[in-house]
């Protein structure tokens, strides 16, 4: 069995998508842009605004599921310039504890949704 997890603090997704799913204990999170869901539109005054606006919109599906960035097991970081690595990796510390953070990649890719500079998904343990 699946649950499908959707919140309206987040952008709602543009495809054939849920936000994020549950299933067998887990919660599966789509890769998040910088969308702000109030205004519908990017955020993309810096990177670290970019980045910050990609985890506040994980968080709120991790709220929305009952769950907090404590629960991520793992992330899935796609950018669009390896340059801005330690740029995107010093906001991304904010929200975790590095002696908890969950494992992750980052990869550099030659184009992202609306072509953003940063887009992450997420796996979370929701037991």
């Known amino acids: 069995m699946k649950k499908i997890i959707n919140t309206k603090n ?9 936000q994020s ?15 702000n869901p109030a205004t519908g539109e ?7 605004d970019e980045t910050r606006q990609v ?6 599906m991790l709220k929305e599921a009952g769950l907090s960035y404590e629960n991520i097991v793992k992330c899935s970081v796609f950018v669009s310039d390896m340059h801005d690595y330690s740029r995107i990796n010093a ?4 929200f975790f504890d590095e ?6 990649e ?3 890719v030659v184009n992202l949704p609306k072509f953003v500079n940063v887009e992450i998904s ?6």
Not at 91 to 94: C, G
Not at 99 to 104: L, Y
Not at 122 to 127: D, K, L, P, T, Y
């Open 42 to 48: 990017l955020v993309q005054d810096s990177i670290e």
């Open 10 to 18: 987040a952008p709602a997704p543009v495809g054939p998508y849920n």
């Open 21 to 35: 799913v549950l299933a067998g204990g887990m919660l599966y999170g789509s890769g998040q842009i910088a969308i």
């Open 122 to 127: 997420f796996i979370a343990v929701a037991g």
């Open 55 to 60: 985890m506040k919109n994980i968080g709120a």
């Open 99 to 104: 002696n908890t953070a969950p494992a992750r």
């Open 106 to 108: 980052l990869v550099e």
């Open 91 to 94: 906001v991304y510390a904010e």
